[in-house]
């Protein structure tokens, strides 16, 4: 009997994970003794991670995307649009339905959909929806909003937690505190606030980075701020707790939930993600312990940070942890919760170098003390034209 591995979503952890089983696995495939489906609802791949990017110019929607068939294995059975759109998943049964309406089985399953923004979650706020992290080209628009901001108080705000890559709004407020003042020569006409919801800004070697970066760039942060509610026509934010703040400029990034299949396949636990082991990624929630399905990256536990770096090595554990369950040993491995969030403290213009640094960390070992660097610009900048062809083709 042919043994099948059914992955929901081409993005970053599940092309990985893909890729890898295609190359370990190719004789079986051949032989016809193995098959790997993959699902997914669109055609062509974006590297969201690039958005935080696009408003100033620094890599052009190209760079971005890529025809998921370039990006697979040609011995990976991959479905798109209609074909590939999950709508239900039931564990129970083994079994996936996708839009069209056709049926999957399987004998492995990872469910690696990612998160999506919902702007509802906050009263008025899709009255004054600018953000750079829905798509690009709503981050083509904040790119335009800037480059004709004339002055007074723009605001970036981070709604709640979680979100994907919770460092990426830092860099864009560092970002963007750079191009006005190096770029467009308006920085003194400009007051930046970065309202964000919790007290530290990461962990404690990284909160500390940026807290002193922020005061020395004179970008003031305020802490504890989950945003409440937006009032675009008086254009005044309110936190949960009832303090409020006036802009000329919002810049928001809105809640995250994971994908509605997700939700109505009532998968999820009462965090609103999808409970899994932390280190195994074996799904455990409200449907009980299903080691034959694994959770990765942006889906995942609440209390698991969402970060592409995190997706990548998620996604190597779990391929190993396949491979070997497929091969009938019982070699395990497991996932430490290794992360990485990049910063960037300054943007490479005529008269700046540009500045950055990749902190690393697990669930066990912190981010040790750091400073952004040259290089350290120079490689986060490298990376996006690595993503397509060495990480998504899990050649790195
Ligand atoms: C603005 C921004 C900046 C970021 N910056 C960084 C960074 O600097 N460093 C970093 O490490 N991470 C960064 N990230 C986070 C990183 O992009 C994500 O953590 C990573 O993409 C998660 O991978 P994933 O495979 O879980 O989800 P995704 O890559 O989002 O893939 C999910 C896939 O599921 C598919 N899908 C969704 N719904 C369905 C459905 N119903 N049926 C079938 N398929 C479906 C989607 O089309 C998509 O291909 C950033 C994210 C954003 C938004």
Redesign the pocket.
């Known amino acids: 009997m042919k043994e099948r591995v059914l992955i ?7 092309a990985v994970i893909a890729n890898t089983l295609a190359r370990e696995f190719r004789r079986k495939i051949a032989k016809g003794e193995l098959e790997i489906t993959v ?4 055609d062509m ?1 974006v590297n ?2 690039g ?2 990017f696009l408003p100033f110019g620094l890599y052009t929607p190209e760079d971005l995307v890529r025809p998921r068939k370039e990006s697979l294995s040609p011995r990976i059975k991959s479905r798109f649009g209609d074909q ?3 709508t239900g998943i039931d564990l129970n049964r083994q079994q996936v339905t996708v839009k069209s309406g056709k049926n999957y089985s399987y004998d492995h399953l990872v469910i ?3 998160a999506r923004s919902d702007a509802s979650g906050v009263p008025g706020l899709e009255d004054d929806l600018n953000t ?2 829905t798509s690009m080209d709503d981050a083509l628009e904040v790119g335009e909003l800037i480059r004709n901001f004339k002055g007074g108080r723009i605001v970036v705000s981070v709604s709640r937690m979680p979100i ?2 919770p ?2 709004p830092v860099k864009f407020s560092f970002l963007l505190e750079s191009y006005l003042r190096d770029i467009r020569n308006i920085r003194d006409d400009v007051q930046l606030t970065l309202l964000w919801p919790m007290e530290p800004i990461g962990p404690p070697e990284f909160n500390k980075l940026v807290t002193g970066r922020l005061e020395e760039k004179g970008i003031e942060a305020i802490r504890q701020f989950q945003l409440g509610k937006v009032d675009a026509s008086n254009k005044m934010v309110e936190s949960t707790d009832g303090r409020q703040e006036n802009y000329d400029l919002l810049i928001t990034v809105p809640p995250h939930k994971p ?1 509605k ?1 997700v939700l109505d396949s009532g998968l999820t636990d009462e965090k609103g993600w999808i409970d899994a082991d932390k280190t195994t990624l074996q799904y455990r929630g409200p449907l009980g312990d299903k080691d034959n399905v694994y959770i ?4 995942g536990p609440a209390d698991i940070l ?4 995190g ?1 990548h090595y998620q996604a190597q554990v779990v391929s190993h942890n396949l491979i070997n369950t497929i091969n009938g040993n019982n070699i395990k491995s497991k996932y430490k919760g290794e992360t ?3 910063i960037i403290t300054d943007m490479a213009s005529d008269a700046h170098t540009g500045r950055a640094y990749i902190a690393t960390w697990s669930y066990k070992n912190p981010p040790q003390s750091f400073d952004t660097t040259q290089l350290g610009w120079y490689l986060y900048r490298m990376y996006y034209y690595l993503h397509w062809d060495m990480s998504i083709k899990a050649l790195m």
């Open positions: 929901l979503g081409a993005g970053y952890a599940g699902l997914d609802k669109n791949g969201q991670g958005f935080t590939g759109e999950v690696a959909m990612g750079f992290y994907p890559c460092g990426a994908q299949a990765v990256g942006d889906n969402k970060t592409g770096i997706a990485g969030c990049p």
